[in-house]
């Protein structure tokens, strides 16, 4: 059968009956609200410790598998988390709605659900948690919270673009994956395996899992669409992704709202009336202290919570002896566990560090931003918040202690 022809793709009556027909519950479609709301149960009761990457550990993933839904079945002797793509999509839906954050103390790092905006969650009903789950994804689903640092050809909605792309494979019939080597190699990157995982959670495509190899990871035997995915798909895909002033706004911008799709699927679904949203980052007024790294050298600096981060990459600079000669940026993990860039004065693309204060960056203690120092040498230092004290008060950067010996800027060429 042909494959779908998107310049003639139109969202058709069969459509709009197939939406209209579909009632969103705990059971469906697809398996993600069950298997999203079992993760999440799993996490309220312990707070799991996440290496630097902030991925799940690999000791849980199994137990994690057989909480699910339709686990699948790996014989693998050390698996990874990407070798559970639906556990690492539900992972991407965790960080990128908000719903679960990193933090710690004592240089140790832990995931766990934040309560507050948990509560928000259970206040929504299953359409409401449906799309909400499936706007995070398409939205704001970045490839970065999964490891996947670069973001892929987009920005923002890659994974829609990723889900276009599946389906210019597939025939009305279908796409048969095993023993299609083409097929195989494709789908690791377009979607990407997590993306195909997600598609099949929310129901929007019908995976028949294949035979299990010995260390091969996962196997598909095919893919089929469900007439669910198709409607959804014409749909977004007439209304929105098609609709160019919107989607170059929000490429542009770089943050999107929250219920952007609201408006293009609620006529379908009138339950989604509440959209999820995570408390916005107030000024955090304190005196803060940081662990700064740089290989063998750590130092703390203490520093006031309205001093611009131009000050601390001042007072950083001081504390190793280097010259202020070169550009850099700062860059930290967001409320929705993508990356956020603030960068040199002299840089022309914003947010600038001479503009963004201390308290404004929403570090949560334990958590790490990176401080990269001149772009040729790139001189990485590791910048953890350790405290925050609302008593005490500074009026500029104090180094507070120092172990090891600062490296040389401009080394020669023997050393």
């Known amino acids: 059968m042909r494959a779908l022809s998107f310049e003639r793709e139109k969202f058709s009556s069969e459509h709009r009956q197939v939406l209209k027909d579909v009632v969103i519950t705990d059971s469906g479609p697809g398996t993600i609200l069950r298997d999203f709301d079992s993760l999440l149960d799993y996490l309220r009761k312990q707070e799991l410790p996440v290496a630097g990457t902030h991925q799940?550990?690999?000791?849980?993933?199994?137990?994690?598998?057989?909480?699910?839904?339709?686990?699948?079945?790996?014989?693998?002797?050390?698996?990874?988390?990407?070798?559970?793509?639906?556990?690492?999509?539900?992972?991407?839906?965790?960080?990128?709605?908000?719903?679960?954050?990193?933090?710690?103390?004592?240089?140790?790092l832990f995931l766990s659900v934040d309560n507050g905006v948990y509560q928000i969650w259970k206040s929504l009903n299953p359409t409401e948690q449906y799309f909400t789950l499936l706007e995070s994804w398409l939205i704001r689903g970045k490839g970065e919270i999964v490891g996947?640092?670069?973001?892929?050809?987009?920005?923002?909605l890659g994974n829609f673009r990723g889900w276009v792309e599946l389906?210019?494979?597939?025939?009305?019939?279908?796409?048969?994956?095993?023993?299609?080597?083409?097929?195989?190699?494709?789908?690791?990157?377009?979607p990407g395996l997590h993306n195909l995982g997600l598609l099949d959670l929310f129901g929007l495509i019908?995976?028949?899992?294949?035979?299990?190899?010995?260390?091969?990871?996962?196997?598909?035997?095919?893919?089929?669409?469900?007439?669910?995915g198709d409607a959804l798909f014409a749909l977004l895909y007439s209304e929105f992704l098609r609709n160019m002033n919107l989607t170059s706004n929000l490429e542009e911008e770089g943050k999107v709202p929250?219920?952007?799709?609201?408006?293009?699927?609620?006529?379908?679904?009138?339950?989604?009336?509440?959209?999820?949203?995570?408390?916005?980052?107030?000024?955090?007024?304190?005196?803060?202290?940081?662990?700064?790294?740089?290989?063998?050298?750590?130092?703390?600096?203490?520093?006031?919570?309205?001093?611009?981060?131009?000050?601390?990459?001042?007072?950083?600079?001081?504390?190793?002896?280097?010259?202020?000669?070169?550009?850099?940026?700062?860059?930290?993990?967001?409320?929705?566990?993508?990356?956020?860039?603030?960068?040199?004065?002299?840089?022309?693309?914003?947010?600038?560090?001479?503009?963004?204060?201390?308290g404004d960056v929403p570090l949560r203690v334990g958590q790490r931003m990176t401080y990269?120092?001149?772009?040729?040498?790139n001189w990485e230092f590791e910048v953890t918040l350790e405290q925050v004290d609302q008593k005490k008060v500074v009026k500029k950067p104090v180094v507070l202690e120092m172990h090891g010996n600062p490296p040389e800027q401009y080394p020669t060429w023997d050393e």
């Not at 019939?173 to 195989?184: C, P, S």
């Not at 899992?209 to 196997?219: A, L, R, Y």
């Open 56 to 108: 799940l550990p690999r000791n849980v993933l199994a137990e994690i598998n057989g909480r699910l839904t339709r686990p699948i079945e790996l014989r693998l002797k050390r698996p990874q988390p990407k070798s559970y793509p639906h556990i690492q999509g539900l992972y991407l839906l965790l960080r990128a709605s908000g719903l679960a954050c990193i933090g710690g103390t004592g240089g140790k």
């Open 148 to 156: 996947e640092r670069g973001g892929g050809l987009f920005s923002i």
């Open 167 to 190: 389906f210019r494979q597939m025939s009305e019939k279908g796409l048969q994956v095993a023993g299609n080597r083409n097929a195989e190699y494709l789908l690791r990157y377009v």
């Open 206 to 228: 019908a995976i028949q899992p294949g035979s299990p190899i010995e260390e091969k990871g996962w196997q598909i035997e095919r893919i089929d669409r469900t007439a669910f």
């Open 258 to 358: 929250v219920g952007v799709l609201q408006p293009v699927i609620q006529p379908y679904f009138p339950d989604w009336k509440k959209n999820f949203s995570i408390p916005e980052w107030v000024f955090r007024e304190g005196t803060h202290i940081f662990r700064v790294s740089l290989g063998r050298l750590w130092f703390r600096i203490t520093i006031a919570a309205n001093s611009a981060l131009e000050s601390l990459a001042s007072a950083i600079l001081n504390a190793v002896k280097f010259d202020y000669d070169h550009l850099y940026h700062f860059e930290y993990e967001n409320a929705f566990g993508a990356l956020e860039r603030v960068n040199h004065p002299y840089i022309d693309e914003g947010p600038w560090a001479s503009d963004v204060k201390v």
């Open 372 to 377: 990269l120092y001149d772009f040729g040498d």
